[in-house]
């Protein structure tokens, strides 16, 4: 299981991902989110692990993740899904992954063919602001880390576009 601070990209701080221990797992630099919304995820010593970063032209938030320099999936926004929000993360070849819940509030479950391979929940925790991610034997965690941060950017990025209008009506 991980662990990851809810809101984070709010203030642009780099945070930790942490496993049930409190031992740190990942480390995220947030401070070099710019235009393309880019993370770095690093492990413990410093060492850069995987990117997340926005497309720029998509008709859709769409986000990349790297992992050891290959691109290992995009994340996107479903374009038509009544009543609820759904991404696909696409990975090379016919096995893409889906993100289905809850997801403004950190309740919901990736699956893959079908079948759950990780699922994102704050239920469980006692700790404010806070969500945990369970990851299945055999799937790789970089690859869930990585879509769900790409989740929190775009959910974000929405908020703040919302907000902007809604200033601009007022």
Known sequence: MYVIRERFFAIGDD??????????IYHVDGKVLSVRDKV?????DGDELATVHRHLVSLRPTYEIR???????????NLFTPFRDKFTIDVPGPDDL????DLLDHEYVIEQGGEEVASVSKRWLTIRDTYAVQVAPGVEPLLIIGSVIALD??????????????????
């Not at 992992?67 to 926004?77: F, L, Q, S, W």
């Not at 950017?153 to 007022?170: N, V």
């Open 40 to 44: 770095i995820i690093e492990n413990p």
């Open 67 to 77: 992992i050891g320099g290959e691109k290992a999936a995009e994340v996107r926004k």
């Open 15 to 24: 945070f930790d991902v942490l496993d049930e221990h409190g031992t740190k």
């Open 153 to 170: 950017l775009a959910l974000e990025r929405a908020a703040e576009k919302k907000k902007d209008k809604d200033d601009d009506e007022d």
């Open 98 to 101: 889906e993100m289905k819940g």
